[in-house]
């Protein structure tokens, strides 16, 4: 394992004045969002991959670049993966990876966050690194107040089949996402923020609707989010 993950605690960073983004993405576009979001040299990145998104990932072109060449991106600062969790030479009373990272993140962001995923989240279930990290969020934000000054807030960009989307189960979980766990004005509690999927008309009588936000977008949403959180004192 590497030495930087193995040591890896939120207290190290606390006082680097950046904010730090949680990327967890299983897409294609993700070299293009981390490269993006390090643009703006405000923003830390560690990325966080399952192995099925890696593969996924991998397995999409030949042109696509080895996860572990992202680390060259100027501000991405770590990769992380499911096995990472959990190391031979861990011993009692030492740092959880996955709490280590909740306490460092100021931002998660899940592009995609499929149905599988909302699924799991919306019910508990912590069975791989990223959902250990939803799982174990500082929904209050009362927890990690000495690791950060304000609330921290996960983005989930909804990805997947269009019946899936449509799909009575899907409405009843995206209820609990943005209607209980949702920021809004008029929810300050909230620590959730949908970013949901286009619409594109097709010649059928149905719509295409299930699809990822264009990265782009999503990066828009990010910023405008850290560029908040950095004009506060």
């Not at 207290?11 to 993405?25: E, M, S």
């Not at 992380?80 to 460092?104: A, N």
């Not at 100021?106 to 990290?133: E, F, Q, R, Y």
Request: one cysteine or more; hydrophobic letters at 40%.
């Amino acid at each position: 394992m590497d030495p930087q993950i193995l040591h890896f605690t939120a207290q190290q960073y606390t006082n680097d004045n950046k904010v730090h983004v949680l990327l967890a993405a299983a897409t294609i576009k993700l070299p293009d969002i981390a490269e993006a979001l390090c643009r703006n040299k405000n923003i830390s990145v560690r990325i966080l991959v399952t192995e099925p998104a890696e593969n996924l990932i991998i397995g999409q072109s030949s042109k696509q670049p080895v996860l572990d060449d992202l680390l060259q991106i100027d501000g991405v600062d770590a990769i992380y993966r499911d096995e990472d969790e959990w190391s031979p030479s861990w011993t009692r009373g030492g740092p959880v990876l996955h709490i280590e990272l909740r306490k460092w993140a100021h931002i998660l962001l899940v592009a995609p966050m499929s149905a599988n995923t909302m699924a799991k989240m919306t019910n508990g279930i912590a069975d791989n690194l990223l959902l250990s990290v939803i799982r174990a969020w500082d929904t209050t934000g009362v927890v990690d107040m000495g690791f950060k000054s304000q609330k921290t807030m996960v983005f989930t960009a909804l990805d997947m089949d269009t019946c899936m989307y449509r799909h009575p189960v899907t409405e009843k979980q995206l209820k609990v996402l943005r209607d209980e766990w949702g920021w809004s004005e008029s929810n300050p509690k909230g620590w959730v923020t949908v970013l949901p999927p286009t619409e594109k008309s097709l010649d059928s009588e149905d719509d295409d609707i299930g699809n990822m936000m264009d990265w782009r977008d999503i990066v828009t949403v990010i910023q405008n989010y850290v560029a908040g959180l950095v004009q506060k004192p």
